[in-house]
């Protein structure tokens, strides 16, 4: 009697490099997030206001397979956090400037690279068909 061989699909990772960029910035936004909400600079005690970074979690799965939706999500929900870091720089306290500018960094870093990782996809899927036909 053979025993039953159950073989897990191995997941993708992104190829692109472009793509792990993006990856790499989400993840790094996510983390700073809840670092500066918790604990570097909270507006107050008991604020919430970490939980911004909670819509980014949902895509990271999708950007370690170097899915293009998640990349288009992300190029849209990106623009809620460079607008937070862009009215933080210029209300909040001057102690509190270089990490709303460190945060508008990596949102600038963020689109930038997920845009590129989705043309570069793009036109490695475009050649791919045609090269198969």
């Known amino acids: 009697m053979q025993k039953s061989q159950t073989s897990f699909p191995k997941p993708k990772f992104v190829k692109c490099f472009w793509g792990r960029l993006a990856l790499f910035s989400v993840i790094s936004m996510v983390l ?29 799965p999708g950007l370690f397979q170097g899915r293009i939706r998640s990349l288009q999500w992300l190029t849209l929900l990106i623009w809620l956090y460079i607008t937070e870091a862009i009215v933080r720089i210029f209300s909040d306290p001057i102690e509190n400037l270089i990490w709303s500018c460190f945060w508008l960094g ?28």
């Open 106 to 133: 990596l949102g600038v870093l963020t689109l930038i690279t997920a845009m590129i990782a989705v043309r570069k996809i793009r036109s490695e899927r475009i050649y791919e068909q045609k090269t198969l036909r």
């Open 32 to 60: 700073f997030g809840c670092y500066w909400e918790l604990m570097l600079y909270p507006l107050r005690v008991g604020s919430l206001l970490w939980l911004k970074i909670l819509p980014l979690i949902p895509l990271i």
